[in-house]
């Protein structure tokens, strides 16, 4: 009996516990709004960080349910009448469990002045209040800094100079990606690009190009880097503008005197470096109307320092000239090839006066010679007479 | 000796006058004929180094035996010059019925040299002053090594010193005539064609050759 009557009490103690739960977890779900309470923005980040005007960014919201029970979500969605976001809302969201975080995903576009924006994140419940948290995203179209920091003083045609840039990164945020590419008419670069990467804020590199102009023009850099996922191209001009180069070597020839002698004439002089540059492989020889001639077609100088001076010698053949054209061939330490013409008169050497002097002299003695020999000849015909 | 060669410059019929009373003799005039030699063969010497420098130099060692038989053949062609005017003399004169042995006409004409031995001395200074200064670059081309050769030969100074020449064999000529006149026995008018006919031609040829080479 006493046995029946115990069984009989657990089986009714085990009839009502299920009916209890269910009444406890029915008075809990009824206050949806202590249960939405739970549920919090833990984390938002915006990738890039800062942007310029017309990128596009990432924002991430991360919420995560701190309560005992689930919390049914009806809509997410993130807003702003400045920012342009193209899918703004999560429709279809579901419950987020208790103790589990969701995150939600909004691309923005911010074709918008520099500035901070807010952007609204709302997350809808079914039965409670929405969340509502703002997101900052920071406009910021300062871009990256190019300058020269290293340039020849003038540039000469077909001379090789080394052009030296210093990319910098002024920002706020890390810019990745970037490279420098040089473009230009009549302008040949050595290098075809150089490629920086990362720069973190506050941060610079110097990137070198080697390039020789063969006329006047301008000189680009293309600047390529990415703010996040968003490219961007910076253009640094340089006006390449073909002088003088105020260094350079400059041969001068001085102290000329010619001599003929068999239809060849030889040329003499000194040929002096007034630059302030080193003059390489010099050498010299005549050209057209005037045909260089042995011993000395060319002469080669070699290497002339500023204010150093040689002498040198030169033959050649001219017939029915005035002048001719002297040639200086020379190279730069870049081994860049030069050539200077110094014109010279035939008619003003010394050596052709004095090959006009020479045979007066000799006509003297042919003159004495015919008197003397005629006055014998007529002294011998009156002794005989 | 003196007295002798100024008799045979101012007064040569005499000189050649005194000779006829003597027996014929060689030794003075080849003497005469062979120094003016020396100084053909010494202006051929110096006339010819510069242009052994227009030879290639795998040939340069033979410069000294080339050098050598310029100066030879100058001195030779001097002895052989010597005969050869006095053959043309001897048969020109044989025209006009000279008499006389070859061996006279030899001597007197050799005598007859003796004034080019001055216009030796006097152009061979003027050969050295042009020669010495020379510079001829080495020619590889035939072609050019005949356009570089008149050109030099073109040189107003061997122009005049063709004329100097010239004027002296005209001195010479005058005494040659003297010569044929007593070696031969010749009227002075036929000894003045015997010797001048020739002479003629040859100066007419000196200076033609002037004239052609574009000297003055």
């Known amino acids: ?385 | 000796m003196a007295a002798a060669v100024l008799d045979l410059f101012l007064n040569p019929g005499r000189f050649f006058a005194q000779k006829m009373q003597k027996k014929e003799s060689l030794t003075i005039p080849f003497l005469v004929v062979f120094v003016l030699g020396i100084f053909s063969a010494a202006a051929a010497v110096l006339s010819t180094a510069p242009f052994l420098a227009m030879i290639p130099a795998e040939a340069a060692s033979f410069t000294p035996i080339v050098m050598a038989i310029a100066g030879g053949a100058a001195l030779l062609a001097s002895l052989v010059m010597w005969v050869v005017c006095a053959v043309i003399f001897f048969v020109i004169s044989m025209v006009f019925s000279g008499t006389g042995g070859f061996k006279r006409v030899l001597e007197f004409v050799g005598y007859g040299f003796l004034p080019q031995i001055i216009g030796a001395a006097v152009t061979l200074p003027i050969s050295y002053l042009y020669f010495a200064d020379l510079t001829i670059p080495p020619v590889s081309d035939p072609a050019q090594i005949e356009e570089v050769t008149q050109q030099l030969l073109a040189a107003p100074e061997l122009q005049f010193a063709v004329v100097i020449s010239v004027l002296f064999l005209i001195w010479s000529a005058n005494i040659w005539i003297f010569g044929m006149k007593e070696s031969r026995n010749l009227s002075t008018r036929n000894a003045a064609i015997t010797v001048g006919v020739p002479v003629g031609l040859y100066v007419l040829s000196q200076l033609y050759g002037l004239l052609f080479s574009g000297g003055f």
């Open chain 1, 1 to 385: 009996m006493n046995y029946a009557v115990c069984v009989l009490i657990c089986l009714l103690c085990m009839a009502a516990a299920p009916a209890v739960a269910l009444q406890i977890t029915t008075t809990d779900a009824l206050d949806p709004a202590s249960a939405a309470a739970q549920v919090t923005v833990t984390e938002k980040t915006i990738d890039p960080q800062v942007l310029i005007r017309g990128d596009r960014a990432t924002v991430t919201v991360t919420v995560t349910n701190n309560g005992d029970v689930s919390v049914p979500i009806t809509r997410a969605f993130l807003s702003d009448a400045s920012l342009s976001i193209p899918v703004d809302s999560y429709d279809s969201v579901g419950s987020i469990g208790a103790g589990n975080s969701m995150t939600f995903t909004f691309t923005v576009r911010v074709d918008v002045p520099d500035g901070v924006y807010y952007p609204r994140f709302s997350l809808n419940y079914r039965s409670a209040p929405s969340l509502r948290d703002y997101i900052p995203v920071k406009v910021e179209s300062t871009e990256l800094d190019v300058s020269v920091v290293k340039r020849p003083d003038s540039f000469s045609a077909g001379n090789r100079e080394t052009i030296e840039l210093r990319v910098g990164n002024p920002r706020e945020n890390s810019i990745s990606g970037i490279s420098v590419v040089p473009v230009g008419e009549g302008v040949e670069v050595e290098q075809s690009g150089s490629f920086i990467g990362k720069l973190e804020p506050d941060e610079s590199a110097n990137v070198s190009f080697d390039v020789t102009p063969q006329e006047s023009g301008t000189l680009t850099f293309h600047v390529t880097y990415r703010n996040g996922f968003n490219t961007h191209v910076l253009d640094h001009t340089l006006p390449v503008v073909i002088s003088e180069d105020k260094k350079a070597a400059r041969p001068v020839v001085s102290n000329i005197v010619m001599t003929s002698s068999g239809g060849v004439y030889t040329l003499t002089g000194d040929i002096t470096n007034a630059g302030l540059k080193v003059a390489n492989s010099v050498i010299i020889t005549t050209g057209a109307p005037a045909a260089p001639a042995e011993p000395n077609r060319i002469y080669v100088v070699g290497s002339l320092d500023p204010d150093d001076f040689s002498s040198f010698e030169v033959n050649f053949r001219a017939d029915n000239v005035d002048s001719v054209p002297l040639l200086i061939q020379y190279r730069d330490e870049d081994g860049n090839s030069y050539e200077r013409e110094t014109p010279v008169s035939i008619n003003r050497t010394a050596a052709s006066e004095e090959e006009r002097e020479f045979p007066v002299a000799i006509a003297a003695v042919l003159i004495v010679a015919a008197v003397l020999i005629a006055g014998i000849i007529v002294y011998s015909w009156k002794k005989k007479a």
